[in-house]
């Protein structure tokens, strides 16, 4: 089945900081998703792709998919405390396909 | 508008006992998706309904089944609870035509 790779697993920055963090897969893929999921809750949209070489900001956040249409990225500039949580890539081909997951650390 | 929501918050079951784990969709959103979330993982599709028809499965028992409603709500239900079957259920909403998908808050199941 669809497999994605998310990278790194975690990270630990501090406020201030910008992060980067990417997704790949062997297989080709019309929708990128961007979630991000705060513990005991359900995931929250952050952003969609829908276009191979799209750039799309949402205030700090700016999420590219790939020109092969197997990656995307997302960076999170001038990170603050509240942007700790999980982020998850998420592929779309009729069910939602998620990556392992970044888990984000800020500290103040 | 209202988003997601999913009842009950957390739940406690026996193994072998029976589970309904229901779903109100967001206002306008005419497909519901479940997803299952073991502790350090990312959620794993269950199955989908579009106009009260199964639309779609992943790689679950038939012990796993669902419902929607007409008023697109929905119901997961699990029979012969395991111990795995201890996760987050997620619930998610979505126009068919539209992959955005939303969730609920989750449902927390515990199987003892």
């Known amino acids: 089945g669809q497999q994605l790779n998310q990278s790194p697993q975690s990270m630990f920055i501090q406020e201030g900081e910008d992060v980067s963090m990417n997704c790949t897969s062997s297989s080709i893929f019309n929708t990128w998703l961007w979630y991000k999921q705060d513990p005991g809750e359900g995931p929250v949209l952050l952003i969609a792709?829908?276009?191979?070489?799209e750039l799309t900001s949402n205030g700090r956040l700016t999420a590219q998919f790939g020109i092969t249409r197997k990656d995307s990225f997302l960076n999170i500039s001038a990170s603050i405390p509240s942007d700790v949580g999980i982020y998850f890539c998420v592929s779309s081909y009729g069910k939602l396909t998620f990556g392992q997951g970044t888990i984000l650390t800020v500290h103040p | 508008e209202t988003g997601v929501t999913q009842s009950p918050t957390h739940l406690i079951k026996t193994r072998g006992q029976q589970v309904t784990l229901r779903c109100s969709s967001q206002?306008?959103?005419?497909?519901v998706s479940w997803y299952q979330q073991a502790l350090g993982q990312g959620p794993q599709f269950i199955f989908q309904?579009?106009?009260?028809?199964?639309?779609g499965r992943g790689n679950f028992p038939p012990r796993f089944s669902g419902l929607q409603f007409p008023n697109y709500s929905s119901e997961l239900n699990v029979n012969a609870l395991e111990l795995d079957d201890s996760a987050l259920y997620l619930c998610a909403s979505s126009l068919v035509e539209n992959t955005e998908a939303f969730f609920g808050q989750g449902t927390r199941l515990t199987v003892v």
């Open positions: 206002s306008g959103h005419n497909t």
């Open positions: 309904y579009y106009r009260e028809e199964e639309n």
């Open positions: 792709l829908y276009k191979a070489g």
